[in-house]
């Protein structure tokens, strides 16, 4: 026999009063309507003090700090930042001192590398996957692997061998490589190579000692700059895999060394939320202390308006 359960006697709910009640949200943090004639800076202090309005602004001032206080402000970034015309703008960070080192993935190595040469870059995959023709352009292959080689028989790493060669050679648009700025301003470039995943591999140029050696020795040039970044700042700009991992284990390396490196700021900045930059970027490395962040959204949008946003406060 079934037994029949009474209702619930909402008459005995307990209510408090409004007034009374903790909220996360009130009218001091709400966003200002924008006022014809302004300014950058009433620009970023009209936005809501909430989520990521307010993290925004947090990033923008653990940046400024940084430069003020001269400390390490590092950039990581896949070659999507490049292919959205950003260097201009990463080149003029540079020169104005707020980037102190950039590492980059093969990728970068070969759209900054066809910038440089030709002013133009980003072919169309699917057309010339179709056809066969894919990545198999000659100036490129020949440029990037011809002086791997001949840097790396100099001591040199990837970024200062393909650095030196576009800022002394005739490249017509070398005033837009980023690697040739890092030579022009003294502002370490490190390239992070997978085999295999650049078009430069594809053919009988690509010389796999060379880029092996040159690719590690960026890596031990890397975890110098990330020992460094006590009360500085660390930028993911569109890697999803290679700099994430990279730069987590240089940080591990300059632990393992002696650099306690606790107070530090991550910040990770990409379309969608990835699985690696959200733990090797912004979680596990601030662990210990200081602080990670994540600023989604499009690279030609976000990366303007925190670079001229740092300027203003600077």
């Not at 001269?70 to 959205?84: R, S, T």
């Not at 015309?85 to 066809?114: F, S, T, Y």
Request: with cysteine; net charge positive; proline share 4%.
């Amino acid at each position: 026999m079934k037994h029949k359960k009474k209702p619930l006697d909402l008459n005995r709910v307990t209510f408090t009063s409004l007034k009374r009640k903790r909220h996360k949200i009130g009218k001091t943090l709400f966003a200002k309507p924008w006022r014809n004639g302004g300014m950058l800076t009433d620009f970023l202090n009209s936005l809501p003090g909430i989520l990521a309005g307010k993290e925004f602004r947090e990033v923008v001032e653990r940046i400024a700090k940084a430069v003020l206080q001269k400390k390490m402000v590092l950039l990581g970034m896949g070659a999507h930042p490049i292919k959205v015309g950003l260097n201009p703008i990463l080149i003029d960070w540079m020169e104005k001192g707020v980037l102190k080192g950039i590492a980059m993935n093969g990728a970068c190595l070969v759209h900054d590398a066809e910038i440089a040469m030709a002013g133009h870059t980003s072919e169309e995959v699917d057309e010339e996957l179709s056809n066969g023709t894919f990545g198999m352009v000659k100036e490129t292959h020949e440029t990037i692997n011809h002086a791997i080689r001949d840097g790396v028989q100099k001591g040199w790493g990837i970024g200062e061998s393909i650095g030196r060669k576009i800022q002394s050679g005739n490249f017509p648009y070398k005033h837009l490589s980023l690697l040739a700025a890092g030579q022009r301003l003294g502002v370490p470039i490190t390239v992070h190579i997978a085999i295999g995943t650049d078009i430069n591999h594809m053919g009988p140029s690509a010389d796999g000692s060379a880029i092996g050696k040159g690719s590690l020795q960026d890596f031990h040039a890397f975890a110098s700059l990330v020992s460094q970044l006590e009360k500085g700042v660390f930028i993911n700009l569109g890697s999803a895999v290679i700099l994430p991992e990279v730069f987590l284990k240089a940080l591990a390396l300059a632990r393992n060394l002696g650099h306690p490196l606790v107070n530090l700021t991550t910040v990770n900045m990409d379309f969608i939320h990835h699985y690696r930059p959200s733990l090797n970027v912004v979680k596990r490395p601030t662990l210990k202390g200081g602080k990670g962040y994540t600023l989604i959204g499009h690279h030609e949008l976000m990366f303007p308006l925190l670079t001229a946003a740092v300027l203003e406060e600077l």
